[in-house]
Nanobody
Framework: QVQLVESGGGLVQAGGSLRLSCAAS????????MGWFRRAPGKERDYVAA???????YYADSVKGRFTISRDNAKNTVYLQMNSLKPEDPAIYYC?????????????????????WGQGTQVTVSS
């Protein structure tokens, strides 16, 4: 059983930066595809970014060029560096792990592709 714990959320001014971390335990982290999703109040959970087991990265159009997903297999941790934060970015951010990250450029966009989820971390952006 894989456990995921997010951290790094908080309050930041518009235009600022935050780095979210997601620490994994209980599985073979290096073999998993990892993703970040977010849920804003009153909205559905949205895809943000994905990272296949081989390190390939993929992004939602809304965050491309501003957010960067990366992983450190030695630390069993995936990161989401968020720059140039906008008023539309506040949400609870969730990391997720997928046992199968083949065809992740497409499959990584869908929550159903992931078996394990963290509890989420809140990101708030002040204007």
């Amino acid at each position: 059983q894989v456990q995921l714990v997010e951290s790094g959320g908080g309050l930041v001014q518009a235009g600022g930066s935050l780095r979210l971390s997601c620490a994994a335990s209980g599985g073979t982290f290096s073999s998993y595809g990892m993703g970040w999703f977010r849920r804003a109040p009153g909205k559905e959970r949205d895809y943000v970014a994905a990272n296949s087991w081989s390190g390939r990265t993929y992004y939602a159009d809304s965050v491309k060029g501003r957010f960067t997903i990366s992983r450190d297999n030695a630390k069993n941790t995936v990161y989401l560096q968020m720059n140039s934060l906008k008023p539309e970015d506040p949400a609870i951010y969730y990391c997720a792990a997928a046992r199968n990250s083949h065809y992740f450029s497409e499959r990584g966009k869908y929550a159903a592709s992931y078996e394990y989820w963290g509890q989420g971390t809140q990101v708030t952006v002040s204007s």
